[in-house]
């Protein structure tokens, strides 16, 4: 059975990191691939370093073409693919020798995958780690993620993106079928997994640390306004208005905090006309429900952990949220989200695992 796995290279001015990438494959134990390198309109050097680097190895390509963004460059990348299987690989990212073979495995174990994924390292623009890889960290468990997308799969997706892009390997027509949509100009991976959970699809949690994602000066998710304002399009666009009222509800309740990081409710209003966007009503439909309600404390802290220009009114609302389920009074926020990820452990285990 053929195992040719096409690795999607999308490029754009960062032929910088290209070679770091290129040499990342070519190390590869497993050795049956081809390497498609889009370049996506790049304005400086990097379509000749591509172009030589392709003349090293006849398992590499370059594809030109207009700059349309990183999810336009990756469907042409997926168009051009001839493998069995897929994986994307950013020109400023690197797989340790390890990462094909591995990718590969969970599909001889199982026809029936779409997707098997690892948690890449974090790394600084040399590739030195930035924090300390941990596999099995409370709040953003990969175990209880694993667990969650094998049994309750938009539970997880609901309330961020697990992913990160150079930590998957999909079954080609998979992928293909779906295709990025390039409306996107970031959260496009967290979009398409949204669309495969939708869809049915199967994901497998692979251990260990197989690649490496390179934090930088010019990465995509530098752009704070941008990621904020694409993750309320993912919501809206999968979540927003399904059936499951608490999938739904958790979806809207993560609009409202995110529209407000954008101080932007005519925006969040444009996107779900006729909806109610009174931020108390809302929450207070959200966390009538227990289950929910952990979910979106846990989404609630960890937002306003990480974004300290949260605006206060919002703060409020989202420690009223909290304090539904776990009443605090002045402790810290480590105190605080430990007893949040108890209660949000009991209630897996009793309702969504069980």
Same mark, same amino acid.
């Given at each position: ?55 090293? !190895? ?55 995958? /779409? ?6 390292? &974090? ?18 468990? @990969? ?7 094998? @049994? $309750?799969?938009? #539970? ?9 892009? +150079?930590?998957? #390997?999909?079954?080609?027509k998979t992928i293909k079928s779906l295709k990025y949509d390039d409306s996107f100009r970031s959260n496009e991976d967290w979009d398409i997994a949204c669309r495969l959970e939708r869809a049915g699809g199967i994901f497998q949690f692979v251990e260990g640390v197989h690649s490496l994602y390179r934090r930088h000066g010019s990465s995509l998710n530098n752009n704070q306004y941008r990621m904020i304002e694409t993750r309320i399009r +993912? ?5 927003? *208005? ?18 407000? #990081? ?13 909806? /109610?966007? !009174?931020? *108390? ?9 227990? &289950? ?20 206060? /009114? ?9 304090? $539904? ?20 452990? !009991?209630?897996?285990? @009793?309702?969504?695992?069980?």
């Amino acid at each position: 059975m053929s195992q040719l796995v096409s690795v999607i290279i999308p490029l754009y001015n960062q032929g910088h990191f290209l070679v770091d990438s290129i040499s990342s494959l070519t190390k590869q134990k497993h050795q049956e691939w081809e390497g498609i390198i889009v370049n996506d309109g790049s304005t400086d050097h990097s379509g000749d370093i591509a172009e030589s680097i392709a003349k090293q !190895d006849s398992r590499i390509k370059v594809v030109h073409r207009v700059n349309g963004g990183l999810a336009a460059a990756r469907n042409t990348g997926i168009n051009h693919a001839s493998g069995d299987y897929v994986a994307l690989l950013d020109s400023d990212d690197y797989l340790l020798p390890s990462f094909l073979g591995t990718m590969l495995k969970p599909f001889q174990e199982r026809t029936d995958l /779409s997707l098997s994924w690892c948690k890449p390292q &974090e790394t600084d623009a040399c590739l030195f780690p930035i924090r300390p890889f941990v596999s099995g960290n409370k709040l953003y468990s @990969t175990k209880l993620t694993s667990q969650l997308l094998s @049994t $309750k799969p938009a #539970m997880r997706l609901v309330w961020d993106n697990p992913f990160l892009t +150079c930590g998957q #390997m999909w079954k080609a027509k998979t992928i293909k079928s779906l295709k990025y949509d390039d409306s996107f100009r970031s959260n496009e991976d967290w979009d398409i997994a949204c669309r495969l959970e939708r869809a049915g699809g199967i994901f497998q949690f692979v251990e260990g640390v197989h690649s490496l994602y390179r934090r930088h000066g010019s990465s995509l998710n530098n752009n704070q306004y941008r990621m904020i304002e694409t993750r309320i399009r +993912c919501g809206v666009k999968n979540y927003a *208005h399904i059936a499951d009222p608490w999938i739904s509800g958790l979806a809207r309740l993560s609009l409202v905090l995110g529209s407000s #990081m954008l101080e932007d409710n005519d925006y969040l209003m444009a996107l779900i006309p006729g909806d /109610s966007t !009174d931020d *108390h009503s809302i929450i207070d439909k959200v966390f009538s429900d227990v &289950e929910l309600s952990a979910f979106a404390a846990l989404w609630c802290g960890g937002i306003i952990r990480r974004v300290r220009s949260c605006p206060s /009114s919002r703060c409020a609302i989202a420690l009223r949220a909290i304090r $539904k389920i776990i009443p605090f009074k002045s402790v810290t926020w480590k105190a605080v989200m430990h007893r949040i990820y108890e209660n949000f452990q !009991d209630v897996i285990h @009793t309702k969504s695992l069980g």
